[in-house]
């Protein structure tokens, strides 16, 4: 199989179902920005992610599945659908389990710490970015609830996990602080 097919060089690209797209529409847009939250993923596991290495690979699975439902418009019989309750569920779990081993937040902290805690920062970010696109082309080409609260509910999963990738490295979380002029 080549890697490169040429059908895109008009600038469009396919979607499941067989229609073409312009490539830099909002659909494509929010494809885009869940696969760049997805190598980010993919980098931070790179620092060593310990033991939040396997819930950060079956995230990146669903965030692959959830490319493939954003490239299955609603209306072709063919629909893919991925993501349901069930992920959010998992992530409010992990969520819970990992705020009880941390200090209570008191004050705001800036993305930083450890290696792999500032990763999962960049990546909190990057799934931020991802949930507005995907907002954006909700507003305009209505999609599944499931998918909102999933993408919603990781971005504070990520900041819970880079709190923890930090505990365990035994590095403070960066705190906030005023600086006057």
Not at 27 to 46: C, F, Q
Request: charged residues 25%.
């Amino acid at each position: 199989m080549k890697i490169y097919t040429r059908t895109g060089d008009s600038g469009t690209t396919g979607l499941i179902g067989g229609a073409r797209i312009a490539k830099n529409s909002l659909r494509m847009t929010a494809i885009g920005d869940v696969d760049e939250l997805n190598a980010a993923i993919g980098m931070a596991r790179s620092h060593g992610a310990g033991s939040l290495d396997a819930e950060l690979a079956t995230i990146q699975n669903w965030l692959f599945d959830l490319g493939a439902e954003l490239a299955s418009p609603t209306e072709h019989a063919r629909q893919y659908k991925a993501i349901s309750e069930a992920q959010t569920a998992r992530l409010e779990e992990s969520i819970d389990r990992q705020t009880e081993a941390l200090e209570p937040l008191r004050e705001f902290i800036l993305p930083g710490g450890s290696s792999l805690g500032a990763a999962l920062h960049l990546a909190r970010c990057i799934c931020r970015r991802a949930e507005r696109s995907i907002l954006e082309l909700n507003a305009h080409e209505p999609l599944d609830r499931d998918s909102l609260v999933f993408v919603n509910r990781l971005s504070d999963w990520l900041f819970v996990a880079a709190r923890t990738a930090n505990r365990l490295d035994g590095v403070m979380d960066v705190k906030w602080q005023r600086i006057g002029d």
